[in-house]
C-alpha cells in the first residue's frame, strides 16, 4: 500500500511537469496494470472503504487510485498512464457534469472509456440516495457533527430546500468532511445499497 502511494504521488509529480521515470520505474516493479481516474480525494475515500469492505487489496491486484484534483486534469492523466504513456488500463469515475472532458481526455489519449462510470449530480448524491436522508443524518449525529449540522439548518439560504440537497451541501462546508463521510456514508450501505456507479466501477477492476 505504501508503495502504490509512492506510485501515486510520483504520477502527480509528474503531472504537475516532473520527471516521469520515477512513475514509470514504479509502474514496473509494483506490476501496475490499472489505473481508475477520480476527480478528487473524497472519491479516493469511498473508493478505498468498498474495497475494504469486500475484502479487496487494490494494490496488491495492480491497481493504483489516482486523484486528479478535478476532471479537467483527466486528459493530462489519461495521456501520461493510458495509450501514450505508461500502457495501463484506464478505469474511473466522474460526475454528471465533468463527463464532457473525460470523453475528450479519453478521446485525446486514445483510451476507450467503457470502464468510466458516470454519478447522476457526483457520488456524494448517489450514496445520500442509496442510504436516504434519515440513515445519513444518523451518521452525522455518530460522527458528533449534530451541532453544525444543526447550525447549517438555520442559514436562510438553506431554508426550504430537499432534505437530500442540504445533506449535500453541508458535506461540502468544512474542510475534510466531504473525504471522512466519503469512506463513512460507504461503510454505513448494506452491500445492495452500493450505488450503480460505485458498484460497476469495483466489479470492473
Not at 154 to 171: E, N, T, V
Amino acid at each position: 500500500m505504501a508503495e502504490m502511494r509512492a506510485f501515486r504521488d510520483a504520477v502527480s509529480g509528474w503531472a504537475s511537469g516532473g520527471p516521469g521515470g520515477p512513475a514509470s520505474d514504479l509502474a514496473v516493479r509494483l506490476g501496475v496494470r490499472t489505473a481508475v481516474l477520480l476527480e478528487g480525494l473524497s472519491d479516493l475515500a469511498a473508493v478505498e472503504a468498498l474495497a475494504a469492505l469486500r475484502g479487496r487489496d487494490l494494490a496488491a491486484e495492480g491497481v493504483c487510485v489516482v486523484p486528479m484534483g478535478g476532471a479537467m486534469s483527466v486528459g493530462r492523466y489519461a495521456g501520461l498512464l493510458g495509450p501514450p504513456g505508461l500502457g495501463l488500463r484506464l478505469a474511473g469515475l466522474c460526475d454528471e457534469r465533468e463527463q464532457r472532458f473525460f470523453d475528450r481526455g479519453l478521446q485525446r489519449a486514445r483510451a476507450p472509456r467503457r470502464d468510466i462510470f458516470v454519478c447522476a449530480a457526483d457520488l456524494e448524491d448517489e450514496l445520500i440516495r442509496a442510504l436516504g436522508t434519515a440513515r445519513v443524518e444518523e451518521v452525522v449525529r455518530t460522527e458528533g457533527d449534530l451541532r453544525p449540522w444543526h447550525t447549517f439548518l438555520h442559514q436562510p439560504a438553506h431554508h426550504g430546500r430537499p432534505r437530500q440537497q442540504q445533506l449535500r451541501r453541508f458535506l461540502g462546508t468544512k474542510k475534510g468532511r466531504k473525504i471522512r463521510y466519503g469512506r463513512l456514508l460507504v461503510e454505513a450501505l448494506d452491500p445492495e445499497q452500493v450505488p450503480a456507479p460505485l458498484d460497476d466501477l469495483l466489479t470492473s477492476l
